[in-house]
T-cell receptor, first 112, second 112 residues
Framework: SQTIHQWPATLVQPVGSPLSLECTVE??????LYWYRQAAGRGLQLLFY??????ISSEVPQNLSASRPQDRQFILSSKKLLLSDSGFYLC???????????FGEGSWLTVV | DQQVKQNSPSLSVQEGRISILNCDYT??????FLWYKKYPAEGPTFLIS?????DKNEDGRFTVFLNKSAKHLSLHIVPSQPGDSAVYFC???????????FGKGTTLSVSS
């Protein structure tokens, strides 16, 4: 069966520091991968999605970036965090664009 | 521009009664709709979905109704249980090519 894991689960970072959140999917190949953010009062906001290695689509312009160095690995990064980057970040996958997606456990980011 | 709207941020229901969560969408190209349930500090879990070729889909206590002409869908939970207390997200996509777009969520509280 397929599993998805992301880490770290929680982190507290100072403003201006870098960020790296990692996500891996097991038990499937060529998944579509997503990064969502849940911020207070804003629901689940799609940040990035990827349909293949090195292919990244950005939905919201911001100081975050995503990379997909391997088929089942998706990384969310920032060079300099802002206070507004605080939130709950969720990695997700599915087998095809538009289909049901399955989420990881989430990562709480607090920027102080 | 919010393409998927959940206009009720919260809903309180007594145990054993019906919970009805509503969702509206604006994009007539959406053809696949889903409901997710989310507990605090966890990733959302998939509940139930419906394709635009149907107007009802049932799975145990959960039923989703789709009214395409009104661009409206609803999730019915009967009977409601205290364990159903969570945030419920409505999501929609065009299976031909867009990622899931989520509403802001409705917090359901079921009291015993």
């Amino acid at each position: 069966s397929q599993t998805i894991h992301q880490w770290p689960a929680t982190l507290v970072q100072p403003v201006g520091s870098p960020l790296s959140l990692e996500c891996t999917v097991e038990g499937t190949s060529n998944p579509n991968l997503y990064w969502y953010r849940q911020a207070a009062g804003r629901g689940l906001q799609l940040l990035f999605y990827s349909v293949g290695i090195g292919q990244i689509s950005s939905e919201v312009p911001q100081n975050l970036s995503a990379s997909r160095p391997q088929d089942r690995q998706f990384i969310l990064s920032s060079k300099k965090l802002l206070l507004s980057d605080s939130g709950f970040y969720l990695c997700a996958w599915n087998g095809g664009i538009g289909n049901t997606i399955y989420f990881g456990e989430g990562s709480w980011l607090t920027v102080v | 521009d919010q393409q998927v709207k959940q206009n009720s941020p919260s809903l309180s229901v007594q145990e054993g009664r019906i919970s009805i969560l509503n969702c509206d969408y604006t994009n007539s190209m959406f053809d696949y709709f889903l409901w997710y349930k989310k507990y605090p500090a966890e990733g959302p879990t998939f509940l139930i979905s419906i394709s635009s070729i149907k107007d009802k889909n049932e799975d145990g206590r959960f039923t989703v109704f789709l009214n395409k002409s009104a661009k409206h869908l609803s999730l019915h939970i009967v009977p409601s249980q205290p364990g159903d207390s969570a945030v419920y997200f409505c999501a929609a996509s065009n299976q031909a090519g867009t990622a899931l777009i989520f509403g802001k969520g409705t917090t359901l509280s079921v009291s015993s």
